[in-house]
């Protein structure tokens, strides 16, 4: 009898684990994100500043400080997605230790 009543508390227990890992790979998502559009700010200038012999820097300044205030704007966007992730990711590890503490059987799932 009591392992029936145990039956839906250890679905509901896998599902919510479901649920953890499913955010959990999402801030993984956004953590991937964020360092890809940190790449491209510094794949750009690395590109100008190997180009740079190939042009007078004050006859392109009106596109060069266009040029650097969007790859500034990228980097804080680059640097606020890494951050928000990994602090989600702290927090949702901080519940799955949680979770395996509570029910030990769920630990040796995810060892």
Do not use: C
Request: proline share 4%.
């Amino acid at each position: 009898m009591s392992e029936q009543s145990d039956a839906p508390l250890d679905m509901l227990v896998i599902q919510e684990m479901q649920l953890l890992l499913a955010e959990k790979r999402t801030a993984l998502s956004t953590l991937r994100t964020g360092i890809a559009i940190f790449a491209f700010p510094l794949s750009v200038l690395s590109v100008l500043v190997a180009t740079s012999k190939s042009y007078e820097l004050h006859a392109v300044m009106h596109w060069l400080i266009p040029l650097l205030l969007i790859n500034l704007g990228l980097i804080g966007l680059a640097v606020y997605l890494i951050g928000h992730a990994l602090r989600r990711l702290k927090h949702y590890n901080r519940l799955i230790d949680e979770q395996k503490r509570k029910y030990p059987r769920l630990a040796q799932l995810l060892a």
